[in-house]
């Protein structure tokens, strides 16, 4: 076979989340035919951020520090801990405008399915931060599908028992919204939860 | 900043094909996250393939040879020469166990909005390759969408000029296929292409 190098790139491109073999392929084609400086330059950046890239030791988000701009800022209000899924629904909470306290990034939430309990999401980690004596309110920020949920009651139990206060983001009818467009189990929701 | 790498990472599968700022955030975390060793695995293969790979002197598909083992197989009849799109087009004809001849991989199709013209998908490489003598029939073998087609009427074109035999795939019913779902248009083809 002289086309090793090409079947061992396509292999390897399969690894990435949502790449099956034809997109592996088109990819592997595009950069060889089109982007050989973008293949160099992904290459690059692959070993950059492998060999920068850890977490912050306090929120467990991506930094290339000990610990993260966000963690080190001391504007915010370190009485408040929202709890996160990903970097992307915490940079949400930040565009809202609507939060000033720290965060704590899951990287994930539990799944049973793919073998993530609530160990692997580090509710270890999540407990020995919530406990640094300043912290009065845990605020339970993952997503509203049913791992989320899962997440979030799991969460909850663990930090309630360890006497911390918990609240989960509110359900509700989205800013914007006509009623007639809402689906049927928001309105549910925002029903029980009404104020 | 303190996430510069992960920046760059992202930034650098954003030029993979398909891959959006979404899918490209998801990928990077995912790596990061989950599988270090298969992030520095894809650096390695990118390196590897844009070091090792390059085309078919002959027949323009990727090779780490001068020339592809497809060229080079004695027992192929030369003469006759298939036009295809891609690598993938060439293993499809492969796999149909009815062809024995070359084969030409543009590594494309003319494409207006993309710039790509017939100088582009490389005419000049394949009336070259055409013109040694032992080619008798050139057959397009270029997708049967809008843009392939207009590939295989230039390619045709220029061919015929040089006195070239060139065919065309048969157009028609795929096989196996009941009537009543075959779409008109390639019912009305199959109806002109009558045998």
Same mark, same amino acid.
């Given at each position: ?11 390897? *491109? ?21 982007? +050989?400086?973008?293949?160099?330059? *992904? ?19 991506? !930094? ?5 701009? !966000?963690?080190?800022?001391? +504007?915010?209000?370190? +009485?408040? *801990?929202?709890?996160?899924? !990903? ?21 994930? +939430? ?28 845990? %605020? *339970? ?44 189990? !928001? %309105? ?8």
């Amino acid at each position: 076979m002289a086309e090793r190098a090409l079947e061992a790139l396509i292999d390897a *491109l399969r690894r990435l989340p949502g790449v099956g073999v034809k997109s592996a392929q088109r990819m592997a084609w595009h950069l060889l035919q089109h982007d +050989r400086a973008g293949a160099l330059r *992904l290459a690059a950046a692959l070993s950059d951020a492998v060999q920068r890239m850890r977490h912050c030791t306090r929120c467990h988000t991506f !930094t290339e520090a000990e610990v993260c701009a !966000t963690c080190l800022d001391p +504007r915010r209000d370190a +009485r408040l *801990l929202a709890v996160v899924e !990903t970097p992307a629904d915490q940079a949400a909470l930040e565009r809202s405008g609507g939060y000033s306290g720290m965060y704590f990034v899951l990287m994930g +939430r539990i799944s049973p399915l793919d073998g993530i309990g609530v160990a692997e999401v580090g509710i270890e980690r999540l407990l020995e931060r919530a406990a640094d004596g300043l912290v009065e309110e845990v %605020i *339970l920020a993952t997503s509203f599908g049913a791992e989320g949920e899962v997440t979030a009651q799991a969460l909850a139990q663990a930090l309630r028992a360890r006497g911390l206060k918990v609240t989960r983001l509110a359900r509700g009818v989205p800013a914007g919204s006509e009623l007639e467009y809402v689906d049927l189990s !928001t %309105i549910a929701y925002a029903l029980v939860d009404r104020r």
